[in-house]
C-alpha cells in the first residue's frame, strides 16, 4: 500500500524564500514546527510513496521515510571548513543510497529542491578513492557498453550528458588520449533531470521521478556494479 502523496504545497516555496533572506539560527528556531510541516513532513510522505516503485526498479537501494536517520538530508549544514558559514541549506533534499552504503558517496538516486526548480536522478559523487579507481577501471574495460549506455537515445532525451567534475589531466595509469578520457578523469558521475518548481506541487511528482529512475537503470547498474554491489 502506497502512502497518500498529493504534492508539496506553495508554503514550501515561501519557507525557502523567507530562510534564504534569515538564514540564521534565532529565525530558524521560530520557524523549526513551520519547517517540519511545509518541507520534512511532506518530503518523507513522498519518499514512503516512491518507496514501492524504487522497489521494482533497484530493490538494493533504499527509500526509508523516517524524518531523522532516513532518505532526506538534514537542514542543517556542515560549516566547520566552509567559508560560507550560513547554518542552513537553501534546499530541500533527498537521496536513495545502496543498501550497503554508509553515507552521501555511495551510489544513489537523488532528488533536490530549490527555487530554481526540482531536479532528480542519481550516480555516484565523490567516492572514495578506492571506489573511484574501481569506476575507472570499469570504464576502461568496459568502454563499448560504457558508451552504449551514455550515447542510449532514452537517456540522452531524459538526462542530455553523463556530468561530473573531473581532474584536468588524466589520474595516474591512463593515457591523455584514451578514448574515454573525459569520462575517466571524473570524480563525479550523474545523471539529472531538471523540471519547473511547479512540477512538486501536484501529487504526479512521484510517478515522475520514478519514471526517470527507471529510465536511468542502465547507468545506475553500471555504477553500482563498478563499485562491486549488486544492483
Known amino acids: 500500500m502506497t502512502t497518500e502523496f498529493t504534492g508539496f504545497s506553495k508554503e514550501l516555496v515561501t519557507f525557502y524564500e523567507e530562510l534564504v533572506q534569515n538564514n540564521n539560527r534565532d529565525w530558524f528556531k521560530a520557524n523549526k514546527e513551520r519547517y517540519r510541516e511545509v518541507a520534512l513532513y511532506p518530503i518523507c510522505d513522498f519518499i514512503s510513496a516512491l518507496a514501492p516503485y524504487l522497489e521494482d526498479i533497484a530493490p538494493f537501494y533504499i527509500a526509508d521515510p523516517r524524518p531523522n536517520g532516513g ?21 530541500l533534499a533527498c537521496q536513495f543510497r545502496h543498501q550497503a552504503g554508509k553515507d552521501a558517496h555511495a551510489p544513489g538516486f537523488y532528488l533536490h529542491i530549490d527555487l530554481e526548480g526540482v531536479r532528480y536522478g542519481g550516480g555516484l559523487w565523490m567516492p572514495p578513492a578506492p571506489k573511484l ?7 576502461d574495460a568496459q568502454g563499448d557498453r560504457w558508451n552504449s549506455i551514455k550515447n542510449d537515445p532514452d537517456i540522452k532525451a531524459e538526462f542530455g550528458d553523463i556530468q561530473g567534475d573531473g581532474l584536468k589531466r588524466a589520474p595516474k595509469g591512463y593515457p591523455i588520449d584514451h578514448p574515454d578520457i573525459e569520462d575517466i578523469r571524473r570524480k ?3 545523471l539529472m533531470k531538471r523540471a519547473p518548481l511547479d512540477h512538486i506541487f501536484s501529487g504526479d511528482l512521484v510517478a515522475e521521478v520514478a519514471k526517470s529512475y527507471e529510465k536511468m537503470t ?8 563498478s563499485v562491486d554491489l549488486t544492483f
Not at 532518505?71 to 534546499?91: G, L, Q, W
Not at 542502465?218 to 556494479?225: D, E, G, N, S, V
Request: aromatic share 18%; no cysteine.
Open 188 to 190: 563525479t558521475f550523474f
Open 71 to 91: 532518505s532526506v538530508f538534514r537542514i542543517h549544514r556542515d560549516v566547520r571548513f566552509a567559508r560560507d558559514k550560513k547554518p542552513y541549506k537553501e534546499h
Open 133 to 139: 579507481a574501481m569506476v575507472r577501471a570499469s570504464i
Open 218 to 225: 542502465p547507468f545506475m547498474r553500471f555504477m553500482t556494479a
